[in-house]
């Protein structure tokens, strides 16, 4: 039999969710009433959806100063820096100034990382903790984060996953039952954050279980057919290169799937 490469993905990315504002001003209304908020940036035709992002995180933290609030802050900087940055490097020949203008837009955002993360680092909020110690190395705020494990605190999908980020590379059945967990705690019809099935195949690549790594690997494909991570063809050639039976792991991920959608996925022993 020709030897297969295993499907593998990056094990254990850290997981952040943005409130979505489903009340509430839309983004110009929120431009009307709150005109420093919009006016933190300059405009450009890049990042809008980031910069939406880091207008809603304000307004919520305006409305209502918290260490929750703050930490949505945190991560809506975060992408909007990343996106700017990324735009920046872009010439333009005919318009230099929107290189200056983002690179001022970036510089304003990492200015508004460093302001928050320093209000922020004594804080005991689990999501903050979490942040200072994956971006800082914090150990205090590792130590404290940790010992949070089996309290109610850490009782939500993405708090699971920060936590198995941690043990990914100490205990690697540990992970995976966080992982299960993690996906255990969605309500129906929730978002799902889609590392967690690449990093539970990547687990089970490592533990050459072939036919858990299909399942997982087939779960992100029904469930994001956009990612580029893992194509048809990659699981085709996995089934013939590991004589796999299509039909019953086609199955298995589909009623799995169905299970974590509808918020009733029980994780299997492990």
């Known amino acids: 039999m020709k030897k297969m490469k295993i499907i593998k993905f990056v094990t254990i990315l850290p997981f952040f969710t943005l409130t ?38 304000n307004l919520s933290h305006k409305l209502k100063a918290n260490d929750s609030n703050k930490y949505q802050q945190l991560i809506a900087y975060e992408g909007y820096e990343k996106c700017m940055a990324h735009a920046a490097k872009i010439e333009h020949i005919k318009l230099k100034v ?10 304003k955002a990492r200015d508004k990382i460093k302001e928050i993360s320093l209000a922020t680092e004594k804080s005991e909020h689990p999501d903050l903790l979490y942040f200072h110690w994956s971006r800082y190395l914090n150990e205090a705020s590792l130590n404290k984060f940790i010992a949070l494990e089996g309290n109610e605190l850490l009782e939500r999908s993405n ?18 039952n966080l992982l299960y967990h993690a996906l255990e705690l969605y309500p129906s019809d929730a978002k799902l954050d889609t590392e967690i099935f690449k990093s539970i195949a990547s687990i089970f690549a490592d533990k050459k279980e072939y036919k858990q790594v299909y399942i997982w690997s087939k779960i992100l494909r029904m469930y994001d057919p956009k990612d580029t991570t893992i194509h048809d063809s990659t699981l085709q050639s996995y089934i013939i290169g590991y004589g796999l039976d299509a039909d019953f792991l086609n199955k298995v991920a589909d009623t799995t799937l169905n299970n974590i959608t509808a918020g009733t996925f029980t994780p299997p022993h492990t």
């Open 20 to 57: 979505a504002c489903e009340q509430g001003p839309n983004f110009a209304e929120l431009c009307d009433q709150h005109v420093e908020i919009c006016e933190e940036f300059q405009e450009d035709t890049w990042c809008k959806k980031e910069r939406i992002a880091v207008g809603f995180a």
């Open 98 to 107: 929107k290189k200056t203008i983002r690179t001022n837009n970036v510089l």
């Open 159 to 176: 708090r699971q996953v920060n936590l198995a980020s941690y043990y990914a590379k100490r205990d690697p059945t540990k992970t995976l």
